[in-house]
């Protein structure tokens, strides 16, 4: 399974758009890169995922670079309510999912 | 629009006492899984389930048990409580319609303290 980076902490302004990225330079053909977040002590929240095409949803969008070894998560107006955990996972099709550390996004008024 | 519901939310026990923790969703997913989470750190997967009546080992299960009698409902069970499983517990479904890359829902987690 391909390893992710990520930082461990970032800053946003509320109101501008968070981009937060994600190193896997081990990535194998047939990992999709995940996204999902954590709002202090909840369940962990899907965002979005992708195989190699750039992808969009109501939450957020998913940059995966053409060489595939990272991407970037960017929500495009952030809240207060985004703050958040972020975690990134690049996951074989059909194995299980290894979730590591993961980014802290701290939303700023 | 329940999706994965965790029973209990929170429980402390003693050490040595047993306990069964209950997962239930409502997604008709095939997929079920059962994940700890200690502080600072991310989600481990204990045990998972590929569907009825079947279960499998994941990255930390010793400790404990699992059974899925019901496609909707998946049990972790400890048998003898240690301090170390004191942990936040999540459950997650997944679908296999559309293919193997469907994303996992989670439950809010049921918190376990251990004295």
């Known amino acids: 399974d391909a390893k992710t980076t990520q930082p461990t902490s970032m800053d946003c302004a509320e109101g501008r758009a968070a981009n937060l990225p994600c190193n896997h330079s081990t990535i194998s053909g047939n990992e999709y890169v995940y996204w999902y977040r954590q709002i202090h002590s909840q369940g962990p929240q899907y965002i979005i995922h992708?195989?190699?095409n750039n992808e969009t949803n109501e939450m957020a969008s998913l940059i995966i670079t053409e060489d595939r070894k990272s991407s970037t998560l960017i929500l495009p107006h952030a809240t207060l309510r985004d703050t958040a955990v972020y975690y990134c996972i690049a996951r074989p099709y059909g194995q299980n999912f290894v979730f590591g550390p993961g980014t802290r996004l701290s939303v700023l008024p | 629009n329940a999706g994965v519901t965790q029973t209990p939310k929170f429980r402390v026990l003693k050490t040595g006492q047993s306990m069964t923790l209950l997962c239930a969703q409502d997604m008709n997913h095939e997929y079920m899984y059962w994940y700890r989470q200690d502080p600072g750190m991310g989600l481990r997967l204990i045990h998972y389930?590929?569907?009825?009546?079947?279960?499998a080992k994941g990255e930390v299960p010793d400790g404990y048990n699992v059974s899925r009698l019901k496609k909707q409902n998946f049990l972790l069970g400890l048998e003898s409580a240690a301090p170390s499983q004191t942990s936040v517990y999540f459950c997650?479904?997944?679908?296999?319609?559309?293919?193997?890359?469907?994303?996992?829902?989670f439950g809010d987690g049921t918190r376990l303290s251990i004295l």
């Open positions: 992708g195989l190699k």
């Open positions: 389930s590929v569907g009825e009546g079947t279960t």
């Open positions: 997650a479904s997944s679908s296999v319609t559309g293919g193997y890359n469907q994303p996992q829902h």
